[in-house]
């Protein structure tokens, strides 16, 4: 029998759709579905941009076939299989804004719909959410990495383990620069405890890959076999960050 708060996200959740009329976060119309009550409706999730084809085979950046990634150069070894569901613009931004900010918990079930397919998602492999730093975590009341893990879990049947920890607190990647994200990242994620042999990092948006990469060397560093990632969201970079002239 799990204990009482184990489920007391569920309970949550019970409660709020008993008190709230099943409408669309994004554009307000009903939001229905068989079984998978979700806070975005099907017209919404239906403007969530598909990332392109062809895509790099390591970091899963759109590419034009003719120029070499640069986006993963100088990542871990050990370290790939990166792929992300759709490109972070208006829609999906606002749907991430409500997750991450807003207190939307319940967003998750809705971006993990989309990530289904998503390649790293295969059997035998688990789950490791990217984890916020304990001033973060108080503020928002949870890590909205967790929230998705936690639903791509349910959906695929694969294990989530916390085995990863902030070392430190981080300044904010909003405004920083590629080179800065990376700086500002470095050795800020430390394992603990069980390490599985073939990981999948979770979060909710790839914008340089810093993050995922700082995450990946300490997954690895602590005994890791492989690591991939997975996120919802991917910010469309420009054309100086993918190593391309006009």
Known sequence: MRP???????????????????????CGEAAGGRGDDPLVCPMCRTRWRRLPEPQCSRCGQPVDGETDCRICEGWPEGFSGVASAVWLDGPARRAVHALKYDGWRRMAESLAMVMDDLRPLRAGVSLVPIPLGAARRRSRGYNQSEAVAGAVGRRRGLPVEACLVRTRETRSQTSLTPEERAANLKAAFSARGRVPARVVLVDDVFTTGATLRSAAAALLAAGAESVAAVTFGRAELPLAALGRTI
Do not use: D, F, N, S
């Open 4 to 26: 009482w708060c184990a489920a007391l996200p569920e309970r949550i959740g019970a409660v709020e759709r008993w008190l709230l009329p099943p409408a669309c976060l994004l």
